[in-house]
T-cell receptor
Framework: QKEVEQDPGPLSVPEGAIVSLNCTYS??????FMWYRQYSRKGPELLMY????GNKEDGRFTAQVDKSSKYISLFIRDSQPSDSATYLC??????????FGPGTSLSVIP | DGGITQSPKYLFRKEGQNVTLSCEQN?????MYWYRQDPGQGLRLIYY???????QKGDIAEGYSVSREKKESFPLTVTSAQKNPTAFYLC?????????????FGPGTRLLVL
């Protein structure tokens, strides 16, 4: 079993839809959780960073962490065509080892 | 305009050849990293450096080498010992090692084997 699992997609939604992206993990040592957005042939950019269970909101983006279920989510409200990208989750252990998920490809159709 | 630059954008390697990927940052970050990205896999850490003249192996360092002679620069050499070098290589930096919320990535170099 991989340490971090993420559905690769592709996920296709109409403009304005609410998008839910998810990652599951098996290592209970993960302390910090991040979401990155990566446009095609570009480097990833950090969207959200959190270390506690619960929700963290930033504009149209909400990151949710459920440590008891080892499950994290990224919600995108009012999705736009410019949100079309690959979304990577990443997790960091208390001893600073970071593991990235393989990414979910998202297409928002106008 | 602060950021990370990587060059070249595309690089072709012949069998048995060593090639060097450039990474430069003007963010005044102490820590720098090299990752490899393959289709369907998460980013994997090759090497990282917390400070000038110091670097550590990551999870997949075999067949790669690095140097950190200047704070701004962290070049990666893909040696002939790396038997499967075709991948997208990403350089990143952060304020300090472990300050993940400050980590920025460069635009990447795609390496192809001829």
């Amino acid at each position: 079993q991989k340490e971090v699992e993420q559905d690769p997609g592709p996920l296709s939604v109409p403009e304005g839809a609410i998008v839910s992206l998810n990652c599951t993990y098996s290592n209970s040592a993960f302390q910090y959780f991040m979401w990155y957005r990566q446009y095609s042939r570009k480097g990833p950019e950090l969207l959200m960073y959190t270390y506690s269970s619960g929700n963290k909101e930033d504009g149209r983006f909400t990151a949710q962490v459920d440590k008891s279920s080892k499950y994290i989510s990224l919600f995108i409200r009012d999705s736009q065509p410019s949100d079309s990208a690959t979304y990577l989750c990443a997790m960091v252990t208390s001893y600073d080892k970071v593991i990235f998920g393989p990414g979910t490809s998202l297409s928002v159709i106008p | 305009d602060g950021g990370i630059t990587q060059s070249p954008k595309y690089l072709f390697r012949k069998e048995g050849q060593n090639v060097t990927l450039s990474c430069e940052q003007n963010l005044n970050h102490d820590a720098m990293y090299w990752y490899r990205q393959d289709p369907g896999q998460g980013l994997r850490l090759i090497y990282y450096s917390q400070i000038v003249n110091d670097f550590q192996k990551g999870d997949i360092a075999e067949g790669y080498s690095v140097s950190r002679e200047k704070k701004e620069s962290f070049p990666l050499t893909v040696t002939s010992a790396q038997k499967n070098p075709t991948a997208f290589y990403l350089c990143a930096s952060s304020h300090l090692q472990g300050a993940w919320e400050t980590q920025y990535f460069g635009p990447g170099t795609r390496l192809l084997v001829l």
